[in-house]
């Protein structure tokens, strides 16, 4: 169909570790917990995870104060980025900060550092500005840099970042002196808008890290990357700082049930959307790791009068904003629609087609990462829309060549195959292909726009989000879309009026 016509912890892996009191004589071993998380996405509350529910802020939080009084002085809390952009709870705005009521309950929780993501800058500088000076936990990003006046490029040792961030911060615990470094993705200027990262400077993480190192390693007895970077960039990063003793990272939501070893560097990370928390108990002995056991740990929610106070006052305060958008439907989804990040989907055609109605485009484009949860059938509300579309991108149109169409068709074709990148969901457009020599060669087959076969020479009107044709364009396009209209209307708005449009049919 279409629119259109407090328990204990259960451990999710291997079994924890009874460790022995710290040894901290010349010589012997000390032992180091690091509790972590990433990529919340303002998944405040419990949700269901492996058939039962788990996670959630003050379920998280609850396990954070336990282990800290179990094992004092030997527990380092960490957060890998991308607090922002994802459920309804992290829209709401806040001493003219957006997304500070999420945020300012995950601080609850008492993080010892946190590493900045991509999607913490999606509603611009200084809103990130802001939120950093309200919370509690600070904020690490080292290869984030402003440029210098000089010109040149920046350093991480030397040179300031553009929000009220340090590169690194040094801990004492379990008698040692432990470095932790932040670094998001080399990739951010591929993520965030021209506008929020005028005047800066991305480094690669890998350099920003091998020009800092001599400090960080002079300043510290074992160091630790806490990155925002994906598994496959930080595989990368192990491998070029051998080094390191651990990497902590996020981006790719990955659920590490135990931690993948590059070369003798450690890298754990915890899926997403605050649903688990990781825990990796390092045995460290001579400024080296000799054992390392990680896990994630399920999050059952806490009786309430175990809960803060102050945070139970907060998190239902959020959870009566969220229930006001879970209350309001706009519309029924008439059957269930999925996502695929590399293939076309029943989802990725639905919203494109909303998109080129809106419009009244030839073709519509939308990117695969911009659509962030499925969709079932039943009632739609406004905070389902929010999660599905989070992102406040507005819809352009602009003409691309049926040759350049043509392109378009290859790229998706090959992603197909490869899976080394997302694909552009398309609406108005049909095309076939079989497979090439090798994986990344593609035949193409017969292509139409509506019901005509695609002509070369002729110029389509097409649509999409301002993100594709803007920070996106060259890699989708192949060029920059330098003529380009707004239309006005949002892509939420796009979709909202398709459900609604679609229901007065049917009715009809």
């Known amino acids: 169909m279409s629119f259109f016509p407090r328990v204990a912890p259960v451990l999710l892996g291997l079994s924890i570790l009874a460790l022995p009191p710290l040894a901290q004589a010349g010589g012997q071993s000390v032992s180091l917990t690091i509790l972590h998380t990433n990529d919340w996405h303002g998944y405040a509350f419990e949700q269901e995870y492996k058939g039962r529910l788990s996670g959630g802020v003050a379920a998280c939080a609850a396990e954070v104060a336990r282990v800290r009084k179990e094992r004092p002085g030997q527990v380092l809390v960490l957060d890998a980025g991308d607090l922002l952009s994802g459920h309804s709870a992290a829209r709401f705005e806040a001493e003219g900060v957006r997304g500070l009521p999420f945020v300012k309950l995950w601080d609850r929780i008492g993080y010892d550092a946190w590493a900045i993501g991509n999607h913490d800058l999606d509603h611009g500088r200084a809103n990130l500005v802001a939120m950093l000076e309200k919370i509690e936990s600070p904020a690490l990003c080292a290869n984030w840099l402003s440029l210098t006046p000089h010109g040149g490029p920046p350093h991480p040792a030397r040179d300031p970042a553009p929000v009220a961030c340090r590169p690194?911060?040094?801990?004492?615990?379990?008698g040692l002196k432990i470095g932790v470094v932040g670094l998001v993705t080399h990739d951010l200027r591929d993520?965030?808008?021209?506008?929020?990262?005028?005047?800066?400077?991305v480094a690669s993480p890998t350099e920003a890290l091998e020009q800092l190192w001599p400090v960080l390693d002079e300043q510290s007895d074992i160091q630790i990357a806490l990155t925002h970077n994906g598994l496959d960039a930080d595989r990368e990063l192990a491998k070029a700082l051998p080094g390191l003793e651990a990497i902590v990272g996020g981006h790719s939501h990955r659920f590490l049930r135990e931690p993948v070893v590059e070369g003798e560097v450690v890298i754990v990370q915890a899926g997403c959307y605050g649903k688990v928390l990781g825990r990796l108990d390092l045995e460290i002995s001579d400024g080296k790791v000799v054992k390392s056991e990680g896990r994630l740990l399920n999050l059952p929610r806490p009786a309430d009068e175990s809960i803060e106070p102050g945070l139970l006052a907060a998190e239902k305060a959020l959870r009566e904003k969220v229930r006001v958008l879970e209350a309001e439907v706009i519309g029924t989804v008439p059957a269930d629609f999925g996502r695929s990040y590399y293939q076309p989907s029943p989802l990725g055609a639905e919203v494109a087609e909303?998109?080129?109605?809106?419009?009244?485009?030839?073709?519509?484009?939308?990117?695969?990462?911009?659509?962030?949860?499925?969709?079932?059938?039943?009632?739609?509300?406004?905070?389902q829309l929010m999660e599905l579309l989070p992102f406040d991108n507005e819809l352009v149109s602009f003409r691309l060549t049926g040759a350049e169409v043509e392109q378009i068709c290859r790229y998706n074709a090959v992603a197909a195959q490869t899976e080394a990148h997302g694909i552009l969901q398309v609406a108005g457009l049909d095309y076939t292909y079989s497979p090439g020599a090798s994986p990344d060669e593609v035949v193409l087959g017969k292509i139409a726009v509506g019901s005509k076969p695609l002509e070369a020479a002729k110029s389509y009107l097409c649509t999409g989000s301002d993100y594709i044709t803007s920070t996106r364009a060259e890699k989708y396009f192949g060029r920059t879309i330098d003529e380009r209209t707004n239309l006005g209307v949002s892509v939420r708005e796009a979709f909202e009026r398709a459900v609604?449009?679609?229901?007065?049919?049917?009715?009809?």
């Open 354 to 383: 909303a998109f080129r109605r809106a419009a009244k485009a030839d073709i519509a484009f939308v990117n695969s990462g911009g659509l962030r949860t499925d969709l079932s059938a039943g009632p739609l509300t406004r905070a």
């Open 191 to 201: 993520l965030v808008s021209a506008k929020t990262l005028a005047g800066s400077f």
């Open 168 to 174: 690194f911060m040094v801990f004492e615990r379990a």
């Open 500 to 508: 609604r449009t679609g229901e007065e049919e049917a009715s009809e």
